[in-house]
């Protein structure tokens, strides 16, 4: 089983250049999330899909903007990067069970320099 | 509002000896608690979880933790560390929603 595959695993851009990170899962999930792992400060959620056709904002949503593509991908992309959004980038999905949600599967992490 | 506190940030302990990294979670509904841990370079991994059955959980590689409500605490244990364990352990609370809170995390050192 494959999981939750995000694309790239490194990237360094310059700033104001923009990007999409990409993220698959194949365990049929119904929510998706994206999160940034900062030193000292754990992950952060930036946005996340409940459910495929909806997207939200999480805490720290500033310079980012998301695609629910279809079930099984949920895109990142920064528009116009800038250093401060240098950080490891991690995708997240977990599955609906009679109203309750299984625990979250993460993928490897991208890890983005911004120059 | 949900929030987690991992109290340490940093726990050095030798070999073979007893590991304890300490939660404490603020929810204002039943919640829903996880350890997760991260070796260097390396994606989350579910070592347990709490979803309101037993109060003492057992997880992978001989980790284990304790929901206690009256101390809103849920901290993880293993009775012998072993090299392997060495990584960044994160709790994480979820209550109400589907969104999860994460600590700041615990970088464990183990000795030899």
């Known amino acids: 089983n494959a999981g939750v595959t995000q694309t790239p695993k490194f990237q360094v851009l310059k700033t104001g250049q923009s990007m999409t990170l990409q993220c698959a899962q194949d365990?049929?999930?119904?929510?998706m999330y994206w999160y940034r792992q900062d030193p000292g400060m754990g992950l952060r959620l930036i946005y996340y899909s409940a459910s495929e056709g909806t997207t939200d904002k999480g805490e720290v949503p500033n310079g980012y903007n998301v695609s629910r593509l279809n079930k099984r991908e949920f895109s990142l992309r920064l528009e116009s990067a800038a250093p401060s959004q240098t950080s490891v980038y991690f995708c997240?999905?977990?599955?609906?069970?009679?109203?309750?949600?299984?625990?979250?599967?993460f993928g490897q992490g991208t890890r983005l320099t911004v120059v | 509002a949900q929030s987690v506190t991992q109290l340490d940030s940093h726990v050095s302990v030798s070999e073979g000896t007893p590991v304890l990294l300490r939660c404490n979670y603020s929810s204002s509904y039943s919640p829903s608690l996880f350890w997760y841990v991260q070796h260097p370079n390396k994606g989350l991994q579910l070592l347990l979880k709490y979803t309101s059955a037993a109060t003492l959980v057992k997880g992978i590689n001989g980790f284990e933790a304790e929901f206690k409500k009256s101390e809103t605490s849920f901290h993880l244990t293993k009775p012998s560390a072993h090299m392997s364990d060495a990584a960044e352990y994160f709790c994480v609370v979820e209550s109400g929603t589907y969104k999860y809170i994460f600590g700041t995390g615990t970088r464990l050192k183990v000795l030899a």
């Open positions: 365990m049929n999930h119904n929510s």
């Open positions: 997240a999905s977990r599955r609906r069970d009679a109203g309750t949600y299984t625990e979250a599967f």
